[in-house]
């Protein structure tokens, strides 16, 4: 059982009964779920998960103070903090996780505020444009239980994908960063007897298509250690992971080089056949930086479509 499906577990078996017992005039009100930082609200979570921060807990969100009052919610506060201490062999920690309160009480507006910015999850162009993906990934995981005031699933649906405007920007840019790094810098930096330099490259190339793949597929690219392994569930270009992977892990020396250029153009290759068939790109070639900037043409905002290419990356 993962953590997702405990939390779920506690809440169904401990927290909806508190709820209904000592609480119905809440339920209305409230929703509860869990979403947010920490691998179990991705389902990444494993026994290495359980080092720390790891436990039974759940979210209840309330709206704001004019529909919810304080009192009420230091009661409700109080009420869940008397929940079991252990459920299913797993024990609740009296001390806060490292990044602020992820279980509990709390009001949606901190929760939305905290994660993208905005209270009520309703971004501008800007803020779509520079709010981190992994935060966007966080406001989006996990899962909700119940919603009886409706208010969460709203902010989420709302947060759920990009605007198509700001995907296509955010893809100009991760294309630029690929062609530079891969098609252009990493043998470059070999020729010049940087090996160093020339990993460098590797790894903005491989962070870049790691981008770009989530961006192909409509998806959030969540916090950079658990990027493989949600790349490797995606249903579009997913059998990229090994290939990138196999790029960071390998040295540089002239025969593996020669094979990581090869791994490089093939990868181009089959992002250049995604945009093709997403109908993303108007370009007719192999050189990954001209699809870069056929992508970044076809945005209709010309607010966004005049930014320079990277402001999104």
């Not at 869940?80 to 024990?91: Q, T």
């Not at 296509?168 to 010049?192: D, E, I, P, T, V």
């Not at 250690?225 to 995606?234: D, E, P, Q, Y």
Request: with cysteine.
């Amino acid at each position: 059982m993962n953590g997702l499906e405990l939390s779920e577990r506690f809440y169904l078996e401990c927290g909806k009964p508190m709820l209904e017992a000592q609480f119905p005039e809440l339920l209305p009100l409230i929703a509860a779920g869990l979403f947010g930082s920490g691998s179990e609200c991705a389902g990444f979570d494993d026994e290495v998960s359980r080092d720390h921060d790891f436990e039974p807990g759940f979210l209840l969100l309330l709206p704001g103070e004019d529909v919810v009052d304080r009192k009420t919610a230091f009661a409700l506060e109080r009420a869940y903090a008397k929940l079991p201490k252990e459920f299913m062999g797993c024990r609740r920690s009296s001390v806060a996780p490292v990044g602020g309160a992820r279980h509990g009480v709390l009001r949606t507006a901190d929760v939305f505020t905290d994660k993208v910015g905005a209270a009520d999850g309703i971004l501008t162009v800007s803020q779509w444009l520079t709010v981190p993906e992994h935060a966007l990934f966080e406001a989006t995981n996990g899962r909700l239980f119940f919603d009886g005031y409706g208010e969460v699933s709203r902010i989420r649906e709302g947060l759920s994908r990009y605007p198509e405007d700001v995907r296509r920007k955010k893809l100009a840019g991760s294309l630029l960063l690929m062609a530079q790094a891969g098609q252009y810098n990493y043998s470059r930096c070999l020729r010049h007897g940087e090996t160093g330099a020339a990993q460098l490259a590797v790894a903005e190339f491989v962070k870049a298509a790691m981008h770009t793949v989530f961006l192909l597929n409509g998806a959030y690219m969540p916090y950079y250690k658990w990027s493989f392994r949600a790349m490797r569930a995606l249903p579009k270009l997913s059998m990229l992971a090994e290939t990138l992977e196999v790029l960071l892990t390998t040295d540089n020396e002239p025969a593996t080089a020669e094979t990581k250029i090869d791994m490089i153009e093939d990868a181009v290759s089959d992002v250049i056949d995604e945009l093709m068939h997403q109908g993303l790109t108007k370009a007719i070639c192999g050189d990954l930086e001209k699809h870069a900037y056929s992508v970044n043409d076809s945005i209709v905002d010309g607010g966004i479509r005049n930014l320079h290419i990277l402001a999104a990356v």
